[in-house]
């Protein structure tokens, strides 16, 4: 697993009240092969105040897109400290758990 962390600068101004504030968000990267049962992306201690806004993308490793017509990547559990990931994949009415090391999984995860 590859974690990178960052701080994103945001000018947010009030033209009524002539006013500008300039607020950091922390944030993170990061991706990791597919672990069945769900991947799980451990933030560095206190790095997070609360639980931040996460957005998952999927990769194709270990298999085709033909044996999956829909990959759906669900957030499981997501607090200041970790979120895991579950990857499922749908081909007509049937739902069932990627495989091991079927997919990579890219977190970004940002301060909200």
């Known amino acids: 697993m590859s974690i990178i962390k960052g701080t994103t600068v945001t000018i947010e101004t009030n033209s009524t009240a002539g006013v500008t504030k300039r607020v950091n968000k922390k944030w993170i990267r990061a991706k990791a092969n597919y672990v069945k049962g769900g991947t799980t992306f451990t933030f560095p201690s206190g790095y997070f105040s609360g639980a931040p806004m996460v957005s998952i993308t999927i990769q194709?490793?270990?298999m085709s897109y033909s044996t999956s017509k829909l990959l759906s990547p669900v957030v499981?559990?997501?607090d200041k400290t970790k979120c895991t990931v579950r990857v499922n994949k749908v081909k007509e009415e049937y739902v069932n758990e990627c495989s091991n090391d079927s997919v990579i999984v890219y977190l970004h995860a940002i301060e909200w």
Do not use: W
Request: proline fraction near 0%; aromatic fraction near 16%; glycine fraction near 16%.
């Open 76 to 78: 499981t559990f997501n």
């Open 60 to 62: 194709l490793l270990g």
